[in-house]
T-cell receptor, first 112, second 114 residues
Framework: NAGVTQTPKFRVLKTGQSMTLLCAQD?????MYWYRQDPGMGLRLIHY???????AKGEVPDGYNVSRLKKQNFLLGLESAAPSQTSVYFC???????????FGEGSWLTVV | AQSVTQPDIHITVSEGASLELRCNYS??????LFWYVQSPGQGLQLLLK??????LVQGIKGFEAEFKRSQSSFNLRKPSVHWSDAAEYFC????????????FGKGTKLTVNP
């Protein structure tokens, strides 16, 4: 019972480098989300998807891109990493509207 | 658009004391409401949720929350706090029948003194 799996769990990037965070869920959920968590800021929504092939912007989308080519995967990309993107990133998914959201364990990203 | 306010950034209680964490939301219709807990370096664990029906919701670990529509509040309570409850607590609101976004408050950090 994997639930929501994020890879990688830890990563250090240099400014300007690119990377992709992968989120995979095995619950056949329609909705998937990427959040970032920063001290004192709570969780802020970056992008989300309401189904395969769809994406939408959240509160803080700048500097990030996403793709949902397969229902079970939601990718978060940083094209040119900046120190301001140092954060903990959480992926989440849920089924029908209103159902519980399940979170991954988080990905710690440091941009130097 | 929905929003959540957790007025208390940090709360300290003694072990065995009662606890109430405040959450106020803003949303024009009936919301979905959640409380999550996060231990240091860990992910988020769902404590309880409100969708409809009984406004007093029971959760895991002895927590409960009451939805008060007139006050736009969803406060979390526990009658007797244990040292293991020390963590950060997040309230979240989702929209029924509209956007599927889930918006979080900034969190309340709970410290438990022995």
């Amino acid at each position: 019972n994997a639930g929501v799996t994020q890879t990688p769990k830890f990563r250090v990037l240099k400014t300007g480098q690119s990377m992709t965070l992968l989120c995979a869920q095995d619950m056949n959920h329609e909705y998937m989300y990427w959040y970032r968590q920063d001290p004192g800021m709570g969780l802020r929504l970056i992008h989300y998807s309401v189904g395969e092939g769809t994406t939408a912007k959240g509160e803080v989308p700048d500097g990030y891109n996403v793709s949902r080519l397969k229902k079970q995967n939601f990718l978060l990309g940083l094209e040119s990493a900046a120190p301001s993107q140092t954060s903990v990133y959480f992926c989440a998914s849920r089924g029908l509207p209103g159902n519980t959201i399940y979170f991954g364990e988080g990905s710690w990203l440091t941009v130097v | 658009a929905q929003s959540v306010t957790q007025p208390d950034i940090h709360i300290t209680v003694s072990e065995g004391a009662s606890l109430e964490l405040r959450c106020n939301y803003s949303y024009g219709a009936t919301p979905y409401l959640f409380w999550y807990v996060q231990s240091p370096g860990q992910g988020l664990q769902l404590l309880l949720k409100y969708f409809s029906g009984d406004t007093l919701v029971q959760g895991i670990k002895g927590f409960e929350a009451e939805f008060k529509r007139s006050q736009s509040s969803f406060n979390l309570r526990k009658p007797s706090v244990h040292w293991s409850d020390a963590a950060e607590y997040f309230c979240a609101v989702g929209a029924q029948g509209g956007s599927e976004k889930l918006v979080f408050g900034k969190g309340t950090k709970l410290t438990v003194n022995p």
